[in-house]
């Protein structure tokens, strides 16, 4: 299992996309394509990556009754990605289905169990959650495990919880992470690329680290020497 910096192409088109690529040259890096691109440019966007040399995070979130998200997942399978993603608000069943119809692929499927965007005080007093975020991370991994799937997503800050939980080869893949002195914007759950390095984290998503910084090559580099080549 490779631990990777996976970057949050999170532009409204490819033509803006391409051009922060090309910035990187022959470096291929990994990279996650949300829902603004995504319902921006369609399916197109993820060939052209593929065909580019990149390893593509397909982060639709998916999140519907069971029968809807197996057909949807159905769907993307045929594009060929290397990682995809469902909520596993969701619940077993749908996490079920969405592992169904990617049986036998290489595709990694994985839940998102509590948005890094997320905080404590949101969990309890908007969610309606009574358990702590650790246990409500710790308890969702545990259900995405049971159903079949590869990992989660969650705050670096709960990665060590959810290997002691569900394994030390069952995925965490950590947005919520920030090169040190950088603005946290809505991240409420965040940590450096080398604190996540330290908590255990499997794959780093990185977005307005990189996006947003002067020079995205070299914060780039940055997560990288940060996260894997210490
Ligand atoms: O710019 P930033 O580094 O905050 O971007 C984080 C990316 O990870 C965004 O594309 C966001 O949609 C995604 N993400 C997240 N929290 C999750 C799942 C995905 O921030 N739980």
Redesign the pocket.
Known sequence: MGKDVII?C?FSSAKETMDFLDRFGDLKPYV?I?MELFYAEGPQIVRTLKARGHKVFL?LKLHDIPNTVGKAMSVLNGLGVDMCNVHAAGASEMMQAAAKAFAGSDTLVIA?TQ???TSEAQLHDELLISSCMEETVRSYALNARNAGLDGV?CSPLEAAAVHETCGKDFLTVT???RLAGDSK?D?KRVTTPAIARELGSDYI?????ITGAGDPLQAYRKCMEEFIDR
Not at 205 to 209: A, D, L, N, Q, T
């Open positions: 949050a999170d996650k949300g982060d998102v948005l890094t965007s997503v947005p919520g992470v914007g991240q998503v990185v977005g307005r680290s």
